[in-house]
């Protein structure tokens, strides 16, 4: 029997995205399958919203107003030591455990190498020098995509052998929504203006690409019948507003709808409703709303860059996200070949049932095992 410990800031959040969401899910997972080892969770202040605690796991609470992972963590499995420290977001305290403490580390990308512009030179630099020493100071890595593994070891040199591939799972929420007045309830939730739409989801910021989504929209939509909105669901992020004065200038940003955050429990809603779900992002560690979107039945269209031709396999419509004739040329036939839909369907379902939890934790669960 190990003792394990987990880092569970990330799980307590309100809005979980991202990383958020995979601490969550993967952390409900284990403690599901895993009834042999201890569990101690650790948390900055009373978490509101964790999973359920079976009897062979405990929450410690340790508040600490900053720098809680490289301090006060770090501090606490220096008193306490388990013979694990799991970290799934990125962060391995600088307070180095103990050397008896086999300490793991998800690292999820490198986007801040590949768009620098995103953020401030300090927020670069604490990126770089944090995951730097996350990546060389774990006894192993967890990457959740072999692209995300393959940066590791060109930017970072970290060895091969040491980072095993985990992919993330899907919530069994996610699944296809058929009921014609749930789904006419979720658009008028955000206010979206036709039962034809396009749907991308994420945050609001150039690195996903919506400048060239929206330049492709605006040359397909004119000529749509019936009339087709655009929906940019998720939080504002860097630059949303030059985002949205894009579609201003194109003359369809009346075509455009930006609902803002949307709730898990309308995802799977508003996923199904979808005429297509559309994400020619430009770099993504793994991309979970293109498994999302095949899991409720959505025929789905994105890149052949980073990890999403891997995540997509063949049941997405792949485009070169650098060029706005192809991305066009990829939502005009989304919108007009029914058969392409239907196949797509087919297709992302079956795929992303591939995906689970429970797989996901299962393999965690033998990387942290591997002493």
Same mark, same amino acid.
């Given at each position: 029997m190990l003792t394990i410990g987990i880092d569970a800031s990330?799980?307590?959040?309100?809005?979980?995205?991202?990383?958020?969401?995979?601490?969550?899910?993967?952390?409900?997972?284990?403690?599901h399958l895993d009834q042999l080892n201890r569990y101690t969770l650790y948390t900055n202040g009373i978490p509101a919203n964790l999973p359920a605690l079976p009897d062979n796991a405990t929450l410690r609470s340790i508040s600490f107003p900053r720098l809680w992972t490289h301090l006060r963590l770090g501090w606490e499995v220096q008193r306490h030591p388990?013979?694990?420290?799991?970290?799934?977001?990125?962060?391995?305290?600088?307070?180095?455990?103990?050397?008896k403490v086999q300490t793991v580390v998800t690292i999820h990308d490198l986007g801040y190498l590949?768009?620098?512009?995103?953020?401030?030179?300090?927020?670069?630099?604490?990126?770089?020098?944090?995951?730097?020493?996350s990546a060389h100071t774990a006894r192993r890595v967890i990457a959740i995509s072999r692209a995300t593994k393959l940066?590791?070891?060109?930017?970072?040199?970290?060895?091969?052998?040491?980072?095993?591939?985990? #992919?993330?799972?899907?919530?069994?929420?996610?699944?296809?929504?058929?009921?014609?007045?749930?789904?006419?309830?979720?658009?008028?939730? #955000?206010?979206?203006?036709?039962?034809?739409?396009?749907? #991308?989801?994420?945050?609001?910021?150039?690195?996903?690409?919506?400048?060239r989504l929206i330049d492709a929209f605006a040359q397909v939509a004119p000529t749509a019948t019936p009339p087709v909105t655009l929906v940019?669901?998720?939080?504002?992020?860097?630059?949303?507003?030059?985002?949205e004065q894009r579609a201003a200038a194109l003359g369809v940003r009346?075509?455009?709808?930006?609902?803002?955050?949307?709730?898990?429990?309308?995802?799977?809603?508003?996923?199904?409703?979808?005429?297509?779900?559309?994400?020619?992002?430009? #770099?993504?560690?793994?991309?979970?709303?293109?498994?999302?979107?095949?899991?409720?039945?959505?025929p789905v269209l994105t890149s052949t860059i980073s990890s999403l031709p891997e995540v997509a396999g063949e049941a997405a419509l792949l485009v070169d996200p650098l060029s706005t004739d192809v991305i066009a040329g990829g939502l005009a036939r989304l919108l007009n070949d029914a058969a392409l839909r239907d196949t797509l369907r087919d297709k992302g379902l079956l795929h992303?049932?591939?995906?689970?939890?429970a797989r996901c934790a299962a393999e965690t669960l033998r990387v942290l095992s591997y002493l």
């Open positions: 990330r799980v307590a959040v309100a809005q979980r995205t991202g990383t958020e969401r995979y601490s969550y899910e993967l952390l409900q997972a284990l403690l388990p013979d694990v420290l799991f970290i799934p977001a990125h962060v391995v305290p600088l307070l180095r455990p103990p050397r590949a768009f620098p512009a995103a953020h401030t030179a300090r927020r670069r630099l604490e990126l770089h020098m944090t995951t730097l020493w940066d590791l070891v060109r930017q970072y040199g970290v060895a091969p052998d040491k980072i095993h591939v985990v #992919y993330h799972g899907l919530a069994p929420a996610f699944r296809p929504v058929g009921d014609a007045a749930a789904l006419a309830a979720v658009r008028a939730r #955000y206010g979206i203006p036709t039962e034809r739409y396009l749907l #991308y989801v994420g945050t609001i910021q150039p690195r996903k690409n919506l400048l940019l669901a998720g939080r504002r992020g860097w630059l949303t507003d030059q985002i009346q075509r455009v709808h930006f609902p803002g955050y949307i709730e898990d429990s309308d995802l799977p809603a508003l996923l199904s409703g979808a005429q297509a779900f559309v994400f020619p992002s430009l #770099y993504e560690g793994f991309g979970m709303p293109v498994l999302e979107a095949m899991a409720c039945g959505t992303a049932a591939r995906f689970t939890w």
